[in-house]
């Protein structure tokens, strides 16, 4: 029965080929647009989630105070109150996990012909760990290095490139601000940050060499901020009073001062980056939705017309034995046809939409199976919900008044 039905269905459309074209074309724009929504939508929240993930997890940066000269309030970092003594006191709190102090800097560094000005950092081996960061190629430098404030260093991708194209820079000696380094390793690479910096853009060396024989520091083992990384997700709540507490007990800060230090939780404000981009996604996905509402007002419109027409073919379907609930679901599959046809196409024009965006936009773009079979259920759904008033109107229709019917 079904099948003679979906057979009676086919033809009823194949009679009005242009009609049915159109009723369709609502539904493929429909799904193609939310297809290539989503697609688009979930690569930007995959691009952030990416940063996020380069970032480290769990961390925390702990900034020098701020000062006052002249009236004029300096803003954090200004002042510098924070030692190498401090990170390692705080890499002994039972929340903590990783700690690695640092001074930053921008240098010029040269290799034969080549130079190229990048971002220094001295710090210690931890870095690695709290930055989640994997050596490529050869060692890192260790903790005699930093005790020794030996001239070595860890150079990003960019570096790399820049200074040595495709040859293998390990063992090979740079000179940063006419000062030789030996480089002992190679950083994996890590793509940009959430502000767009370029995170391969930058040198590793021990600490104490950055303070003692290139930038030189104001006071004896001060740095100019703290990274710092919690044991878990949970603990970072607990993690972050320790850390105060502990930071105003050693720099003497008496009760109602305020902090010479602030600490700002970077997993907060990356997942709030991460919420936005969601909040993003599911937006464009809504807004594309209201297409597959139209089409689905467009088949209502044509199952309309089409009763209308065949009002008396309906008629006699029931003189001759046809059942209400015949009529109903003949009309109904045709609703249904013409969604899950249109859907069908629709999803080949929304996947290679998102394609074509990802290669002529370089737009990271994101198609999952899952965001495909959605669009598709509630592309069925809008057939099945716009067909069903049409065919419960043909299935309601008294015989005598449909073969009446001019």
Same mark, same amino acid.
Request: proline share 3%.
């Given at each position: ?7 009676? &269905? ?41 940063? $996020? ?6 961390? !925390?940066? @702990?900034?020098?105070? #701020? #000062? ?7 803003? #954090?970092? &200004? ?17 903590? #996990? ?39 190629r050869g060692v890192p430098f260790t903790d005699s290095d930093v005790r020794s404030a030996t001239r070595v260093a860890i150079l990003g991708q960019t570096v790399v490139e820049n200074l040595f194209g495709n040859d293998d820079p390990v063992n090979k ?11 002992? =390793? ?16 930058t040198i590793l060396i021990p600490v104490t060499t950055a303070q003692r024989k290139l930038f030189g520091t104001q006071f004896q083992g001060s740095v100019r901020f703290i990274m710092a990384q919690a044991s878990s997700a949970a603990a970072m709540p ?14 003497? @800060?008496?009760? =109602? ?41 467009? @088949? ?15 008629? $006699? ?20 046809? @013409? ?5 069908? $196409? =629709?999803? !080949? ?22 965001? $495909?079979?959605?669009? !598709?259920?509630?592309?069925? =759904? ?5 067909? !069903?008033?049409? &065919? ?15």
């Amino acid at each position: 029965m079904t099948g003679q039905m979906l057979v009676e &269905a086919w033809r009823a459309m194949e009679a009005n080929r242009l009609r049915t074209f159109l009723t369709m074309l609502g539904m493929v724009i429909g799904v193609g647009a939310v297809v290539l929504m989503l697609a688009i939508g979930q690569g930007a929240q995959y691009s952030v989630e990416q940063s $996020i993930a380069s970032m480290g997890s769990n961390l !925390f940066i @702990i900034l020098s105070g #701020s #000062s006052t000269s002249g009236g004029l309030r300096m803003g #954090s970092g &200004a002042t510098p109150t924070l030692t190498v003594a401090d990170a390692q006191a705080i890499s002994e709190l039972p929340e903590i #996990s990783a700690v690695a102090p640092a001074v930053p800097g921008i240098a010029q560094v040269v290799y034969g012909s080549n130079n190229w000005s990048t971002s220094v950092y001295g710090t210690t081996p931890a870095f690695l760990a709290v930055r989640n960061w994997t050596i490529a190629r050869g060692v890192p430098f260790t903790d005699s290095d930093v005790r020794s404030a030996t001239r070595v260093a860890i150079l990003g991708q960019t570096v790399v490139e820049n200074l040595f194209g495709n040859d293998d820079p390990v063992n090979k000696t740079i000179r940063i601000n006419q000062s030789p380094y030996l480089v002992v =390793g190679v950083l994996g690479a890590k793509g940009q940050s959430l502000d767009g910096r370029d995170q391969d853009d930058t040198i590793l060396i021990p600490v104490t060499t950055a303070q003692r024989k290139l930038f030189g520091t104001q006071f004896q083992g001060s740095v100019r901020f703290i990274m710092a990384q919690a044991s878990s997700a949970a603990a970072m709540p607990l993690a972050e009073k320790q850390m105060t507490a502990l930071l105003r007990q050693r720099h003497h @800060i008496q009760a =109602g001062r305020d902090d010479d230090f602030s600490i700002r939780n970077l997993t907060a404000l990356a997942n709030t980056a991460a919420q936005a981009t969601q909040a993003m996604s599911m937006m464009l996905g809504a807004i594309a939705s209201i297409s597959l509402l139209v089409g689905g007002i467009g @088949i209502m419109n044509i199952m309309l017309v089409s009763v209308t027409e065949r009002t008396r073919e309906i008629g $006699i379907r029931m003189a001759i034995g046809a059942r209400r609930r015949d009529i109903l679901m003949q009309f109904l599959l045709e609703a249904v046809i @013409i969604s899950i046809a249109g859907c069908t $196409i =629709g999803v !080949f024009f929304g996947v290679g939409g998102a394609y074509a965006v990802n290669r002529f936009a370089q737009l990271t773009v994101v198609v999952t199976g899952v965001s $495909i079979l959605m669009a !598709f259920m509630v592309a069925a =759904g809008v057939g099945v919900f716009f067909g !069903f008033y049409p &065919a419960r109107k043909a299935a309601r229709l008294k015989p005598i008044d449909a073969l009446r019917y001019q």
